[in-house]
């Protein structure tokens, strides 16, 4: 059995990073379609806050797919997964930069009409509501998922057992490792040459 194209013996910590990057994608893909279809009243504001998101959500799906199929082949061992998210988050930081050039250039300056003492986020001219505040979080969310992803890159199981697969421990941090001493002590005794 898979799991978005992952091996049934995958990584839990590896299913919950593609559930939470699938997740994001998800929410960038509800935004836009609300964006479409709700009225309101500064429509290609909202559109010009979701341009980052809706580049990133495309690239980090085509990205998602190529890693998943490299696993369900047995071929994701650590420095491809580690190719692909460095990958993605170049991919996504070179997006972000296109999305903000596009909202600048695309988004005509708001009527600014901030009355003294009015609290609030204010952004190119517009007050930011509730649905464009969501819109806010869920790019930082988006991040979150990458810098995630990446951390989680740097701690699979080394290449100790041939291609990683995703099936084994993650690398062993030394939560349950010997002290130093009690290591040391052990590796003498190994030692035919070391003399008491």
Request: charged share 20%; proline share 5%.
């Given at each position: 059995?898979?799991?978005?194209?992952?091996?049934?013996?995958?990584?839990?910590?590896?299913?919950?990073?593609h559930y939470a990057q699938l997740g994001i994608v998800s929410l960038t893909m509800l935004a836009t379609f609300l964006a479409?279809?709700?009225?309101?009243?500064?429509?290609?504001?909202?559109?010009?806050?979701?341009?980052s998101s809706i580049l990133t959500a495309i690239s980090t799906t085509v990205i998602l797919r190529r890693e998943q199929q490299?696993?369900?082949?047995?071929?994701?061992?650590?420095?491809?997964y580690m190719k692909y998210q460095f990958l993605k988050f170049g991919a996504a930081i070179g997006l972000h930069i296109v999305?903000?050039?596009?909202?600048?250039?695309?988004?005509?300056?708001?009527?600014?009409?901030?009355?003294?003492?009015?609290?609030?986020?204010?952004?190119?001219?517009?007050?930011?509501?509730?649905?464009?505040?969501?819109?806010?979080?869920?790019?930082?969310?988006?991040?979150?998922?990458?810098?995630?992803?990446?951390?989680?890159?740097?701690?699979?199981?080394?290449?100790?057992?041939?291609?990683?697969?995703?099936?084994?421990?993650?690398?062993?941090?030394?939560?349950?490792?010997?002290?130093?001493?009690?290591?040391?002590?052990?590796?003498?005794?190994?030692?035919?040459?070391?003399?008491?």
């Open positions: 059995m898979t799991f978005l194209g992952l091996p049934a013996d995958a990584s839990p910590r590896l299913k919950g990073v479409a279809v709700v009225p309101q009243k500064h429509k290609i504001f909202t559109f010009g806050l979701l341009y490299s696993a369900a082949k047995g071929l994701l061992i650590k420095n491809k999305g903000f050039i596009m909202f600048v250039a695309i988004t005509p300056l708001g009527p600014d009409n901030q009355k003294r003492g009015e609290q609030g986020l204010w952004m190119h001219g517009y007050k930011v509501n509730k649905y464009q505040g969501w819109i806010l979080w869920l790019d930082i969310f988006s991040w979150l998922t990458l810098w995630a992803s990446l951390f989680y890159s740097c701690c699979m199981t080394s290449n100790r057992q041939g291609a990683i697969a995703l099936a084994g421990d993650e690398a062993d941090l030394g939560v349950d490792a010997p002290n130093d001493e009690e290591y040391a002590r052990r590796l003498q005794a190994q030692d035919p040459n070391w003399q008491s």
